[in-house]
């Protein structure tokens, strides 16, 4: 299974035009908020499964402000992240999704692509493909393949150049 993970595209959604057909085939695409009124354009550029959510500068979405989603053997929390205060650490995410009981938490607002395993709980953030703010400032976005033994594997990307990193 192929997941394709964004965020922040705040409208602009031509980077993940050029995503979409850099990474091929996927089976299910998450976005995790700051859509700005994109929802049906995004969901008519591919014919899959989708999960977006809500953030920050979605005002008058109705979007689903976070959600628990099944991906193969693993339980993942979406969330844009902002009610958890990510700007100031993962903390308070970490928390929620221990008490949750979830395997993932996924989450962007900060535009800074992160990934973290610890103790069992990966915590993703695919940063953003419109307006990156890590060095450099190259839009980026996750894939996440679950391969045939049900172990999930990640790759943070960039539109110029690619990292795999678990």
Same mark, same amino acid.
């Given at each position: 299974m192929k997941i394709l993970i964004? @965020? /922040?595209t705040h409208g602009r959604e031509s980077n993940l035009e050029k995503v979409l057909k850099r990474v091929g085939n #996927? /089976? %299910? !695409? #998450? +976005? &995790?908020? /700051?859509?700005e009124g994109g929802e049906d354009y995004i969901r008519s550029l591919a014919d #899959?499964?989708?999960d977006m959510v809500a953030g920050n500068n979605d005002y008058y979405s109705d979007l689903p402000r976070e959600? $628990? #989603?099944? !991906?193969?053997n693993y339980r993942a929390l979406i969330t844009h992240g902002h009610y958890y205060y990510v700007n100031m650490g993962i903390q308070r995410l970490r928390e929620e999704a221990i008490q949750r009981g979830v395997d993932i938490a996924m989450y962007g607002h900060t535009h800074y692509p992160f990934l973290s395993r610890k103790d069992g709980l990966t915590i993703l953030n695919p940063g953003s493909l419109s307006l990156p703010r890590q060095d450099g400032h190259e839009p980026s976005y996750i894939v996440m393949e679950i391969d045939r033994e049900g172990i999930a +594997?990640?790759? $943070? @990307?960039? &539109?110029?150049? %690619? +990292?795999? !990193?678990f």
């Open positions: 964004v @965020s /922040d #996927i /089976d %299910r !695409l #998450i +976005h &995790l908020g /700051d859509v #899959i499964p989708m959600a $628990v #989603i099944q !991906l193969g +594997h990640y790759t $943070v @990307s960039y &539109l110029k150049k %690619r +990292h795999k !990193l």
